[in-house]
């Protein structure tokens, strides 16, 4: 029905475009098109349905989380939708066994970890929710028990089946192949550099941001090894009871500088909430932000998520998880999810100029900004040149160029999980485990170059808008300009800032 559905689409849309567009309805045209050939081809041509239990998983938690964390109607009505969606989430475990086959191990090595997280959640975070959501109506609370275990029992028994039978079985390739890849980066980012070439800006900016790792770390201590330097400031990591606090105390400060330095308009007084990522969404990302819709006009809370060391890791994971939340990496993480990231993006979604733009974004665009501004706050002064935090955001940025590099090479070029995680811990001086997360989440995050390729790309536009208003050039009139433009990709944000620019992005 969906395929049906796209296509049909599709050719409206193409009828739509052979008419007569204004430049920003063109411009829309553009984005949609290129999402509803990604999504076609994830349907008919990857099977994503097919091969990746993941999300049939995330699903059923990530609908009813939403529901419970945003409190957009009475809790009780919240409460019923909750009620509805626990009615139908066995028949999405019972579709995970009956469509997924032969899936990559990676994908159901984390499925497994996300229904067990999941099991937690649906027994104890939902059930004491819905008891204070329910009140005094005591057969909606019922009905709530009723729904609820038969979804704990749903999901007990799927976990147990990926491990029993599942696990044994997946054996799937998860690399995409070069042409896969390179429509994903058509469709999604309109991006159409060639891969060899696409390959060579990563390698080449990973070997810059290397070089300049090794300088930083030889400034701090020159008789340490660059790995060594960073070990000893990650000594100075929270504990796991201080991580949520630890993210807490960062933010003020990465607040007030954008105020300060005048980096971008600022237009709210809200700040987000911070919280532990829920079990469900652990699928390998460290942090993130989960803001609500552009449209939202009562539930219009942000949730800044760290993610927790897991119970069942051994200590030497835990420790070794931990470090990465070392203090100066903390307050780079902040500026990425929340000022100016992530959290600066959301407060613009209201200005965004069209349906479109406020429902859709893409990758090169939305987490281009966030590490972008990981570099731009501190060549604004950002840490008054503390060199601690200079190596601390080279950390960040070795740790995307080197997804950007991996993440092509598992895909195009028959690169392993393992491999792929011996390039985090050589070239971007991650830990172990970390660097295991990492290249296993390139497995099913295969264009998750986005961030460095997006970063390089806001650079250039920005380089070229300069030049273009001379004397009238101000930074943060650019980064007002790029960001009230919504996610779009940035191909198209060049056409806006810059009429009649047809120059490359990068």
């Not at 994971?317 to 100016?340: C, D, G, K, S």
């Not at 390729?453 to 009238?472: E, S, T, V």
């Not at 943060?476 to 060049?494: C, D, M, S, W, Y």
Request: aromatic content about 10%.
């Amino acid at each position: 029905k969906r395929l049906e559905t796209a296509k049909t689409l599709l050719a409206r849309l193409d009828k739509l475009r052979a008419g007569s567009l204004s430049e920003g309805e063109a411009i829309d045209a553009e984005v949609l098109d290129g999402k509803l050939k990604s999504e076609l081809m994830d349907l008919e041509v990857l099977e994503t349905w097919r091969h990746n239990p993941m999300f049939y998983i995330r699903g059923p938690a990530g609908s009813i989380d939403g529901l419970m964390k945003r409190d957009f109607a009475p809790a009780a009505t919240r409460l019923r939708s909750v009620v509805a969606r626990l009615k139908a989430a066995p028949a999405m475990f019972e579709a995970l066994r009956t469509n997924v086959e032969n899936p990559p191990r990676e994908f159901t090595d984390l499925a497994i970890r996300m229904g067990q997280g999941s099991i937690g959640f649906f027994q104890h975070t939902v059930r004491d929710w819905a008891r204070q959501a329910a009140g005094n109506d005591a057969q909606l609370l019922k009905e709530f028990n009723a729904a609820d275990d038969d979804v704990v029992k749903a999901i007990t028994e799927t976990v147990g089946w990926m491990k029993k039978d599942l696990l044994a079985r997946s054996h799937g390739k998860y690399a995409l192949g070069a042409d896969a890849f390179a429509k994903k980066m058509l469709y999604e980012e309109l991006v159409d550099i060639p891969l060899d070439r696409l390959l060579a800006i990563g390698e080449a900016n990973l070997a810059r941001d290397h070089e300049a790792f090794r300088a930083v770390a030889k400034k701090i201590d020159p008789k340490k090894t660059p790995a060594e330097v960073m070990k000893t400031i990650e000594a100075d990591h929270p504990a796991a009871d201080d991580l949520i606090p630890s993210a807490i105390r960062t933010i003020e400060k990465c607040r007030q500088f954008l105020i300060d330095r005048n980096i971008v308009a600022v237009p709210s007084e809200v700040r987000p909430t911070i919280l532990e990522t829920p079990p469900y969404a652990r699928g390998g990302s460290f942090a993130s932000m989960d803001t609500p819709g552009a449209y939202e006009t009562k539930a219009t809370e942000a949730f800044y998520y760290v993610t927790p060391a897991e119970k069942d890791w051994t200590p030497k994971h835990i420790e070794e998880h931990l470090r990465l939340f070392n203090a100066p990496v903390m307050q780079v993480i902040t500026i990425h999810e929340a000022f100016p990231g992530h959290y600066i993006q959301f407060l613009f979604s209201k200005q965004y100029p069209t349906k479109t733009r406020k429902l859709t974004f893409c990758g090169t665009n939305v987490e281009g900004w966030a590490h972008y501004c990981e570099q731009m706050a501190l060549e604004e002064g950002f840490g008054d040149g503390d060199p601690k935090l200079q190596l601390a955001q080279l950390s960040e940025a070795l740790l995307r160029d080197c997804r950007y590099v991996v993440g092509i090479k598992l895909h195009t070029q028959g690169m392993t999980v393992q491999q792929g995680a011996e390039v985090f811990e050589k070239e971007g001086f991650q830990e172990p485990a970390n660097a295991f997360e990492e290249a296993r989440r390139g497995a099913y995050n295969p264009t998750y170059l986005y961030y460095t390729l997006g970063k390089l790309q806001i650079y250039k536009l920005r380089d070229d808008y300069r030049k273009a208003k001379g004397a009238d050039y101000k930074l943060a009139t650019f980064h007002n300009e790029f960001v009230r433009q919504g996610g779009i990709p940035i191909k198209l944000i060049r056409r806006i800032l810059l009429p009649g620019d047809n120059g490359p992005t990068l």
